[in-house]
């Protein structure tokens, strides 16, 4: 069964830091791996995905990660944090092959506080 | 941007109760899938629907919870009688076909069973 471990729950950084996310995630074959970030009273929007090539993704609002096999790892990176940034990150891992029983396992999160 | 919406935002119930939430997906996906939130908790997985027939349930989608396409453009997911341990945030999600594997996640549905 695939599972996401974010090891991390709450981090705090300075405005114009630069900020790394953890996420591991345990599954049999190469994945499908996504972070989404949630606002507070918002939805889960996607920042970005790996399916397959180029390991590292990037995505939108600056954000970028890495996918490295051999760590099981997908970890979420910025360069210089904004305010707007402050969230709650979540990894998750969808299974390869589509269909109709695919589906995600989410990582419990990591909870982003920026400090002006 | 086409966008999954939620309705309502806010649902308070009394235990026992019956609640029904609703989702519009994306217009032309064809995946449909419903999440929960607990306070604190992960998001977690509750049921797959395509083609009008679940694809896949979690074993906390029991015989209280059912989901139906009634009109072609809703979604909904009905908890017969709620118990405290419902109260969570219900997403729902969408995905265009099997060959692409993101979901569009909806805003949510914040339920409190008291």
């Known amino acids: 069964a695939q599972s996401v471990t974010q090891p991390d729950i709450h981090i705090t950084v300075s405005e114009g830091a630069s900020l790394e996310l953890r996420c591991n995630y345990s599954y049999g074959a190469t994945p499908y791996l996504f972070w989404y970030v949630q606002s507070p009273g918002q939805g889960l929007q996607l920042l970005l995905k790996y399916f397959s090539g180029d390991t590292l993704v990037q995505g939108i609002k600056g954000f970028e990660a890495e996918f490295k096999r051999s760590q099981s790892s997908f970890n979420l990176r910025k360069p210089s944090v904004h305010w707007s940034d402050a969230a709650e990150y979540f990894c998750?891992?969808?299974?390869?092959?589509?269909?109709?029983?695919?589906?995600?396992?989410f990582g419990k999160g990591t909870l982003l506080t920026v400090n002006p | 941007e086409p966008e999954v919406t939620q309705t309502p935002s806010h649902q308070v119930t009394q235990m026992g109760q019956e609640v029904i939430l609703r989702c519009v997906p994306i217009s032309n996906h064809l995946y449909f899938y419903w999440y929960r939130q607990i306070l604190g908790q992960k998001v977690e997985f509750l049921v797959s629907?395509?083609?009008?027939?679940?694809?896949?349930k979690s074993e906390i989608f029991d015989d209280q919870f059912s989901v139906e396409r009634p009109d072609g453009s809703n979604f909904t997911l009905k908890i017969r009688s709620t118990k405290l341990e419902d109260s969570a945030m219900y997403f729902c999600?969408?995905?265009?076909?099997?060959?692409?594997?993101?979901?569009?996640f909806g805003p949510g549905t914040r339920l409190l069973v008291l």
């Open positions: 998750a891992v969808g299974a390869q092959g589509g269909g109709s029983n695919y589906k995600l396992t």
């Open positions: 999600a969408s995905r265009p076909n099997e060959y692409q594997e993101t979901q569009y």
């Open positions: 629907f395509y083609n009008n027939e679940i694809s896949e």
